[in-house]
């Protein structure tokens, strides 16, 4: 079946600092792999998404400088969190969308804390 | 602009009990298929249903969804809640997926 990993899986840095995770997609080809953020009030906010032959599209109040993305293969994506503050915490969820089907997967978050 | 919309921020409801949470949207997409997720305590966000035909009722673990796009609405509905519904209850589209700001649903014995 389709899964999707993510790690790591907690993370926490300091103030300042910057961190990279990764995203999977095991079981199918990813054509699209879009980056969530959920805040700890837990709305959902759509960072970028990543389309296989298209330029990885940001939306607004994000931006390449602070949250660069890069998905070489249909399979792997990874996101580094540059200069981290508080207003970064959350947990960073990465969906993958194979060729075939409108259903996004989940991949089970990198949480992230910033002290 | 595309949202959604989910109008209870959280639902209570005795065990035994139907419930239903409301599910609007807005969108300018002219193919989109509507979810609902479920995400339980400290796990990622997973399906619960799907469906991108209008007027037809999905159905998966007792809950059951129609998609009207006459009145723009994805509501979700059970007839009969258990303990283990207790979760957080994400609507959304795509194309982009778009998710609502999700609606607690806590069932109480």
């Known amino acids: 079946g389709a899964l999707v990993y993510q790690y790591p899986r907690r993370t926490i840095c300091k103030s300042g600092t910057s961190m990279r995770m990764e995203c999977q997609a095991v079981?199918?080809?990813?054509?699209?792999v879009a980056w969530y953020r959920q805040s700890p009030q837990k709305t959902f906010e759509l960072i970028a998404l990543?389309?296989?032959?298209?330029?990885?599209?940001?939306e607004q109040n994000f931006t390449q400088e602070k949250f660069p993305i890069s998905h070489p293969n249909l399979s792997f994506s990874s996101m580094t969190v540059l200069n981290a503050y508080l207003e970064d915490r959350g947990l960073y969820l990465c969906?993958?969308?194979?060729?075939?089907?409108?259903?996004?997967?989940f991949g089970p978050g990198t949480r992230l804390t910033v002290l | 602009g595309d949202s959604v919309t989910q109008t209870e921020g959280l639902v209570t409801v005795t065990e035994g009990l139907p419930v239903k949470l409301n599910c609007t949207y807005q969108?300018?997409?002219?193919?989109?298929?509507f979810f609902w997720y479920v995400q339980y305590l400290n796990e990622a966000p997973q399906v619960l249903l799907k469906?991108?035909?209008?007027?037809k009722r999905t159905e998966h673990q007792g809950f059951h969804a129609t998609l009207h796009k006459s009145s723009s609405s994805f509501h979700l509905q059970k007839s009969s809640a258990q303990l283990s519904d207790s979760a957080l209850y994400y609507c959304?589209?795509?194309?982009?997926?778009?998710f609502g700001l999700g609606t607690t649903l806590q069932v109480q014995p």
């Open positions: 469906s991108s035909t209008d007027n």
């Open positions: 959304a589209y795509t194309g982009k997926l778009i």
């Open positions: 969906g993958a969308r194979g060729q075939s089907s409108y259903e996004q997967y």
């Open positions: 969108t300018t997409y002219l193919t989109i298929a």
């Open positions: 990543s389309t296989v032959n298209s330029a990885i599209k940001y």
């Open positions: 079981g199918f080809q990813a054509t699209s």
